[in-house]
């Protein structure tokens, strides 16, 4: 019998994503709602200051302001960068935002917006940077020592098979096609449990720790299956 050789083990990290925003409340308020979706941020008042970091591709995505962003914004992509750049422009510039682009920003966000409509700029930045590694119907996948066969509704944990309940291998789908986007409770039964069913939003907090149990390496600390704050669940992998 032929033995199937896994993926090594990988360490997931964070996102990190650099905001250049010279007003300090401005800037804290950013900084809550990037570090509410589990973002890893480092925040600074002038773009220059980080340019070196930002050119080397430390971070995995930029949030900059537009009022010193245009020039580090070119030099980024004339040194050959591809770091996702979302731009934060005033209203009524138009000018701005349209120069913004042109010198290769890949989205652009007029001050004021709402926390979620930045979140999901963000989220759509990251997720086409990355490339999507799932499909409505995903056959196989693998994070970190965890290999998923969903045809099979098969789970090894390190080449060792796991004892998973369907609702759970059906969780898990539903996680890994949604890679990187907040789901809230409500929806998870919606979409996992079924409009019929009528379970309370605690029982997603117990399958999801059932989960955590058996595919976190430290399920007190997970790194998969993310808790955001107020609003749900995301699944890095």
């Given amino acids: 019998m032929t033995q199937t050789m896994l993926a090594p083990p990988t360490v997931i990290m964070k996102k990190r994503v650099l905001l250049v925003e010279d007003d300090d409340g401005s800037r804290v308020s950013l900084i809550e709602d990037l570090m509410s979706e589990a973002y890893e941020v480092r925040a600074v008042a002038n773009s220059r200051a980080c340019y070196e970091g930002a050119a080397k591709g430390y971070f995995d995505l930029i ?14 992509r004339h040194k050959g960068s591809r770091v996702p750049i979302l731009m934060l ?20 966000l007029t001050k004021p917006f709402a926390p979620a409509e930045l979140l ?5 930045l990251l997720r086409r940077a990355t490339g999507a590694r799932y499909t409505d119907n995903p056959g196989t996948y693998e994070f970190g020592i965890i290999h998923i066969d ?24 539903y996680f890994v096609q949604h890679r990187g986007v907040t789901l809230t409770r409500h929806r998870l039964l919606d979409e996992v449990w ?44």
């Fill in 89 to 108: 422009t005033a209203p009524g510039q138009l000018d701005e935002r349209v120069l913004g682009l042109k010198l290769g920003a890949d989205d652009c």
């Fill in 120 to 124: 999901a700029r963000v989220e759509a």
């Fill in 194 to 237: 079924g409009y019929d069913a009528t379970p309370t939003t605690r029982t997603v907090d117990v399958h999801v720790a059932s989960l955590r149990q058996k595919i976190e390496p430290d399920p007190q600390h997970p790194r998969h299956l993310l808790t955001i704050h107020r609003r749900g669940y995301k699944f890095v992998g």
């Fill in 150 to 173: 969903f045809d099979r509704h098969q789970v090894l944990r390190d080449r060792t098979p796991l004892a998973m309940l369907p609702l759970e291998h059906k969780l898990l789908r």
């Fill in 63 to 76: 949030v900059l302001q537009v009022k010193d962003g245009l020039e580090v914004c070119q030099r980024l």
